[in-house]
């Protein structure tokens, strides 16, 4: 078996990365490589090729261990064999970021047009076949307290509830958050934070929630 070719554009910015930003940070490399990460925040966002945490925070190497997946969402702490099955990469990441890096924060980031959660909105891979493992991963939202779909406002177009469903779904994924014990027990006694925002592509503005209210504010 042989190895494809690398895609040129991915080779040509390999290079560039190699020659002009690795060696600007050269230094930074080697002390990571050396000490370890101590990242400042943990990141759960989606997978959308749209949304890099780290260009939204303006972060560096090093600065945000970030888990990404489907619609950027938490499941809930359940024991390995129920109903999200036997991996929970997830979960793993959020175990290893509380209680193995000792983060201080931990934030979802959702974002406006979000393939994912239209999916959910438009009742997509409901049904077993292709798009099985799709359908299983969004389908926690119906799982939660109300249901995701009961949040939503009857009568809009789908533009509309994807919208609320994409701020929905951060609230849902904060709230699951809380389930892990891991987290809980670092929440209590004050090393950690855990927070929700949603980023807006085509206008590049972040809106923070305001956990004790209930509500998204623009972040200035």
């Known amino acids: 078996m042989t190895i494809s070719t690398i895609p040129t554009s991915l080779l040509n910015g390999y290079r560039r990365f190699r020659d002009i930003s690795f ?20 990141v759960v966002a989606c997978s959308d090729a749209r949304v890099e945490p780290q260009r939204v925070f303006d972060t560096g190497p090093g600065d945000l ?32 970021a509380v209680d193995g890096l000792l983060v201080p924060s931990i934030i979802v980031l959702g974002h406006t047009r979000c393939g994912g ?54 609230r849902i994924s904060v709230n699951n958050l809380l389930t892990f014990e891991c987290v809980r027990k670092a929440v209590a006694a004050g090393r950690l934070s855990v927070h929700g925002a949603c980023f807006d592509i085509a206008e590049a503005k972040l809106h923070w929630l305001d956990i004790e209210k209930g509500e998204y504010v623009p972040v200035e």
């Open 65 to 96: 261990f970030i888990v990404r997946n489907v619609a950027n969402l938490v499941p809930p702490e359940e024991p390995t064999g129920e109903q999200t099955g036997d991996y929970h990469g997830t979960s793993a990441a959020i175990e290893f």
């Open 23 to 42: 060696e600007a940070e050269r230094g930074r490399y080697e002390q990571l490589a050396r000490l370890g990460q101590a990242p400042v925040a943990m």
């Open 117 to 170: 959660i239209r999916a959910y909105v438009e009742g997509k891979y409901r049904e077993p076949g292709p798009g099985h493992f799709i359908g299983k991963w969004i389908g926690m939202l119906d799982r939660a307290d109300p249901p995701l779909v009961d949040r939503l406002s009857e009568g809009c177009d789908h533009d509309h509830r994807s919208t609320e469903a994409e701020f929905e779904a951060v």
